[in-house]
Every structure is written in structure tokens, then in C-alpha cells.
């Protein structure tokens, strides 16, 4: 189970990476720019748990359909 912490660490990366690229600044008010990065960093957290659980969830029921 060690390579779910690397799974989860590239997940974490490529989210940040694809959240970088989506302007907040309509939804947070003005002034408010820790609230923003707070945002930003708790859904990159969730995005990279859902996906690293998926990814291991689905490595796992293939090595159980491959025998």
C-alpha cells in the first residue's frame, strides 16, 4: 500500500495545477484573499483524495478480475 502516498502526492500536484488556471474572482468577495487560498487548497485536497482513492480502488478490483 506505499504507492497510494506517491499516488495521492501526483494527484495532489496535478490538482493544484489544474485549479491555478480557474479564476475565483467572481465568487470571492473583495479583500478576501486568504479565504480564496483557503478554497483553493481544500479542493485540491478533496479532488486528490477522490482521485487517489479511485485510482487505487480501480488497481485493486483489476488485479482481483485478472485472477
Not at 506517491?6 to 488556471?21: D, E, H, K, N, P
Not at 479511485?54 to 478490483?61: A, E, G, H, L, R
Amino acid at each position: 500500500m506505499n504507492y497510494k502516498a506517491y499516488i495521492y502526492v501526483v494527484t495532489l500536484l496535478m490538482s493544484i495545477y489544474a485549479l491555478s488556471g480557474v479564476n475565483f474572482d467572481r465568487f470571492i468577495k473583495t479583500n478576501k484573499a486568504i479565504e480564496a487560498r483557503l478554497l483553493v487548497i481544500l479542493i485540491s485536497l478533496a479532488t486528490s483524495y477522490l482521485v487517489t482513492n479511485f485510482i487505487t480502488d480501480f488497481i485493486n478490483v483489476s488485479s482481483i478480475i485478472k485472477g
